[in-house]
């Protein structure tokens, strides 16, 4: 990278804690360090970078250098373009370009070279690739400008000219022509072979249930939006700041895409503003921004609106199907679950919907099916607890409808069928404290008293009701590096390629590797968000933990191998006849485990071995040999109380206590931010979010946080967490899993369940609104009858 380059481009900021917060231990509950920096609005984001905020003496230059681009989105569904004109644009001032597939630079031409880490199979989308519209909403050019302003001006006078032809959209409409999808995607499995004979166990039960499900499209809308920020430097290098989940993932795209070679371009994600899944694929302001920037030899910034934030991808619309059955002692007998979901035309994006309904519950006949159907639309992708967010929820609502036909407790239901080994495979659980998830959640919550019988409690115009439901999610674990650099004044700089999308990375990392060395945590800092540093996964999955934070604490102990060599070679050392086994790290010091007094701080011990710095580097492989033996899942109890008034539909969430076995909790307090937050968003889920779409036109039309609705603060009451003991070497070193997926699985379901209680009338699709629960039960079936 040139000096021109670097003179330009800002030193990332590693946050470090606050002074004076000393030394911490995993299982603490630490303050972000990172906090402060977002809060006085230090924090960058990508669509900040490059501009005014810079130093004086930079801020004028950089104004001068930085372009704006603007997209323009097509307004059909399908067919191509068959001409533009783009007069009216160019004549604007300040307008620079604009760029369509006619006068774009050379882009790759193979579908390989458009796949990143996370991409389905099939063949990616290629913005402004050729004349083809594959859904509505697509990007079909740019416009790019001196100002945002003038960009945005000149973008509504691009006028594009279609050839339209017919347009398929909706699942319920086409779910006659499913097919079975190609699978080709990390982290995906297809649902097993039949264990046993499910349909005739089914027939021969005494208790049955037989019910569809349906869940509407969702979308992330993650408060930052999505924007890159791309400054060029003289000699072509190119920096981007970009919001994505792997700043090694759109590096690795942008690279493949234009064929410029990895020295030839650097993404930085410091800090992102929320996620949720939208920034595993890197989204199309990127290629745009990028082939901007290329093509005008200048730095080049595109932001997508929030309407825009409605054009990619999504949780894909879903209907399931589940059958149960038990014996009249309430002994399961069959399950059977089948789901049909949406994909576009172009890949075959995939989720594990129905599987988690084999692991859940010990029976004998269990078949599992799952499907896609391919439309105008574009490809789903995603969404905080993929796959289990949607197929627990019709396996928990389920449940409880079973559980009443047997007529027993749903909690005690679900005990007397708990698997003890996966059902279907007969492999151990790593660890699985699920029933102390039931027990700690049922005893805060009071589940104790509730009543059987529905509509059993009123006061005033509301029927009260209590709901649960259980929750389970992979835990996962992939490779990574990390470097650690103990300097010779004794601070420690830990380096990975993770990103911070909210969950508290900064902050984790920082204390595993405080607690390693230790070293109070101010005197520690974890650097993340730079495609240059070792390599790490996406963030996704709740995996980063038991992935990035092994290889940190892999580093650490190198290091501290390191250290105790260095001070067995001292002069007159009390350590040369110890092992390292009789020493510790505590206090910034390394000292003999059985006498404290007896050691030497670790800047000290740098001096007197006229060293400045020392650095080791860690690859974390998993130990799948010995991970393949066990069925490795994190488990969750979800209960929650609810207030319906019938009259008006309305429902309030008043409580919800959610008890979680997640292995260890590096630092409960991030950790409890992230299983609360999902529960507002298992609240949201249940109650307001859906996409509605006009299909005549193939559009998205509540493309807005107006009419798209979320849950707000007036929606959420009471959120009680518990983190039960737990500790999964099998998982991971650090003997932790993942929280930020399991917070959200099992909640919409537990508040679906607690609407029977306090209601009677079971609605089987999501959300749940008030012209749902203002029906009558029969009306509520006809319904989804009606629509599928």
């Known amino acids: 990278m040139s000096t021109a380059t670097t003179a330009l481009i800002p030193e990332l900021r590693t946050p470090v804690a606050d002074a004076g917060t000393g030394y911490v231990k995993t299982g603490m509950a630490v303050s972000r360090v990172d906090g402060r920096d977002k809060v006085t609005g230090a924090a960058r984001y990508a669509a ?14 950089l104004a001068d250098e930085l372009l704006h681009g603007v997209v323009v989105n097509s307004t059909i569904t399908r067919g191509r373009i068959v001409s533009f004109d783009t007069s009216a644009a160019l004549a604007q001032s300040g307008v620079v370009e604009v760029i369509t597939y006619l006068n774009r630079p050379k882009m790759r031409s193979f579908d390989l070279f458009y796949k990143d880490m996370t991409a389905p199979a099939g063949a990616p989308f290629r913005p402004l690739y050729d004349e083809q519209i594959v859904s509505n909403g697509q990007p079909v050019a740019l416009v790019v400008a001196e100002t945002f302003e003038a960009a945005r001006h000149a973008a509504a006078l691009v006028r594009v000219h279609y050839a339209q032809e017919p347009h398929e959209t909706g699942l319920l409409n086409y779910l006659s022509r499913p097919h079975k999808p190609k699978g080709l995607k990390a982290g995906f499995a297809p649902p097993p072979d039949e264990k046993g004979n499910a349909a005739r166990a089914w027939q021969e039960a005494d208790c049955r249930i037989d019910a569809q499900y349906y869940s509407g499209v969702e979308h992330h809308n993650p408060l930052e939006l999505f924007a890159s920020t791309v400054i060029r430097g003289a000699d072509g290098h190119l920096t981007i700041y970009d919001k994505t989940q792997s700043s090694q993932n759109s590096r690795w795209y942008v690279s493949r895409v234009f064929g410029l070679s990895k020295s030839e371009v650097t993404v930085r994600n410091p800090y992102v503003g929320g996620a949720f899944g939208a920034g595993l694929r890197p989204q199309y302001q990127l290629p745009l921004a990028v082939m901007a920037a290329i093509k005008l030899q200048r730095s080049v910034r595109v932001v997508m609106t929030r309407q825009q934030m409605f054009t990619f991808g999504h949780r894909p619309e879903t209907w399931q199907r589940v059958k149960l059955a038990a014996s009249r002692d309430g002994v399961l007998q069959a399950i059977a679950h089948e789901a049909v979901a949406e994909t576009s035309r172009f890949e075959d994006y995939v989720e594990v919907v129905v599987n988690w309904s084999g692991q859940l519950y010990a029976c004998e006949h269990i078949r599992l099916a799952y499907q896609l159907v391919d439309l105008d639309q574009f490809t789903p ?28 407790d749903p909690l005690a239901f679900r005990l007397k069928n708990y698997a003890e080994t996966n059902p279907l495979d007969g492999l151990p659980y790593s660890t699985k404290e699920l029933r102390a998830c039931y027990a700690q959640g049922a005893e805060r919550f009071g589940w104790s008293r509730r009543p059987l019988a529905p509509r059993s409690r009123r006061e005033g115009t509301e029927w009260i009701g209590w709901g649960m439901a259980t929750g389970i999610w992979d835990a996962m674990q992939m490779f990574a590096r990390a470097s650690a650099v103990l300097q010779a004044d004794g601070r420690l700089m830990v380096s990975s390629a993770a990103s911070d999308i909210g969950t508290g990375t900064y902050t984790v990392m920082a204390t595993i590797a405080a607690e390693e060395l230790g070293l109070p945590l101010e005197h520690v800092a974890f650097q993340l968000g730079d495609s240059t540093l070792p390599v790490a996964p996406v963030e996704g999955g709740s995996s980063h933990v038991a992935t990035v934070g092994s290889a940190v604490q892999g580093a650490c102990e190198k290091l501290k191998k390191t250290l105790f060599k260095l ?21 910034g010091r390394i000292r003999l485990r059985r006498e404290h007094a007896t050691g030497i701080a670790l800047a000290d011990l740098l001096k007197a071995a006229e060293v400045t710095r020392i650095e080791e580097k860690y690859l974390l492989l998993p130990n799948m040999l010995k991970q393949r033996n066990y069925t490795r899942a994190v488990h969750s109890a979800v209960f929650c109380e609810v207030r319906v008034d019938e009259e008006l539909g309305t429902v309030k969430v008043m409580r919800v206590v959610s008890a979680v076995a997640a292995g260890r909790i590096i630092n409960t307090k991030t950790a409890a931010s992230q299983v609360s937050g999902a529960v507002v968003w298992g609240i949201s889920q249940a109650l307001h979010e859906e996409t509605h779409m006009d299909h005549a036109l193939g559009r998205f039309m509540n493309h807005n946080l107006g009419e798209y609705h979320v849950a707000v603060n007036a929606d959420i009451h009471a959120i009680d967490v518990i983190f039960v003991q737990e500790d999964d070497r099998i998982v991971s070193r650090l003997g932790a899993k993942g929280v930020g997926e399991i917070g959200i699985v099992g909640v919409a379901a537990a508040i679906s369940n607690a609407i029977f209680h306090a209601t009677g009338k079971r609605v089987r699709s999501t959300p749940i609104t008030p012209e749902k629960v203002m029906s009558d039960q029969v009306m509520i079936d006809q319904v989804m009858s009606e629509r599928v």
């Open 567 to 587: 001070a067995r070679q001292l002069p007159d050392t009390p350590f040369d006849k110890v092992r390292l086994a009789d020493v510790e790290f505590a206090e």
């Open 381 to 408: 992708m995603d969404m905080r607890a993929p796959g289990a967010a949607h197929g627990v929820h019709a396996l928990e609502v389920a449940m409880d409808e079973l559980s009443y036909e047997v007529g027993m």
């Open 48 to 61: 900040e970078f490059a501009a005014d905020k810079l130093a004086d003496e930079l801020a004028d230059e």
